[in-house]
């Protein structure tokens, strides 16, 4: 579908996800506030945020540097209160420009990439909110560390590189039920006293929402299908 026959569909998308993310946390007990949602952008261009932003979205999700270095500064400099989360796996060698653009790096995996960050945050005088990924299905491909390594992690996030460590994130392996790992990363988070949870998707942010998620990254069900396939 040409760009312009979808654009009038953002607006609307992101109201109703909004609306399915409050009766979501009314029927889990929970307010509405206490879920943000965080749109994630990647592959969409810079127009579409701006639909977004028009209708009063300010927090976006990227999953890759070089992308996010293209599109938001200029939309940062309209939109000075809006806030960029790095949902990606980060290597090491762009920190430095991660640190810079980002306001939440959300795939805290490795101590080499803590130490790295905690580095260029010195230098820079910034502090992205940080988020540990963990890799709650244990699959080799994928990014995150090991539930079994996350409390040791944890612990040396905050005492050994000073990381401003707000929680955690994870993605559920596709071909299992979502809520082993929500419930997995829940209780991860209670036992290290972390308050944040970034869990919940397109498919399944209502039940991430029902586990106690407080942050949900939902792409397509708000700018639609990506024009190209992302691994
Ligand atoms: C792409 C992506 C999302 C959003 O996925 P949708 O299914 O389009 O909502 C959420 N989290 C991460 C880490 C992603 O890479």
């Known amino acids: ?41 990647k592959t969409h261009t810079a127009e579409r945020v701006r639909i977004a932003l028009a209708a009063g979205q300010r927090v976006f999700g990227e999953n890759r540097v070089q992308e996010a270095i293209a599109k938001f500064p200029a939309l940062k400099d309209e939109h000075p209160d809006l806030r960029l989360h790095l949902i990606g796996p980060l290597q090491t060698n762009k920190s430095k420009e991660a640190v810079a653009l980002f306001d939440a790096i959300e795939s805290v995996d490795r101590p080499k990439l803590a130490a790295s960050l905690a580095e260029q945050m ?22 995150g560390i ?30 299992e039920a979502a809520s082993i790992h929500f419930a997995l990363l829940r209780e991860i988070a209670r036992r290290n006293g972390l308050s944040d949870l970034s869990m919940g998707m397109s498919g399944d942010f209502e039940e991430a929402i029902r586990f106690g998620a407080t942050l949900v990254r939902v792409g397509s069900a708000i700018f639609g299908a990506r024009p190209r396939p992302l691994a």
């Open 1 to 41: 579908m040409p760009e312009a026959l979808m654009q009038d569909d953002v607006a609307a998308n992101l109201a109703e996800v909004k609306a399915r993310m409050a009766a979501a946390a009314r029927d889990a007990g929970r307010t509405p506030e206490a879920v943000s949602l965080v749109a994630v952008s």
């Open 122 to 143: 010195a230098k820079a005088g910034r502090r992205p909110d940080c988020f540990i990924q963990v890799n709650t299905g244990a699959e080799p491909q994928k990014a």
């Open 146 to 175: 090991l539930p079994g390594e996350a409390d040791a992690f944890i612990r040396d996030c905050r005492e050994t590189y000073g990381l401003p460590l707000k929680g955690l994130m994870c993605i559920p392996p596709v071909e």
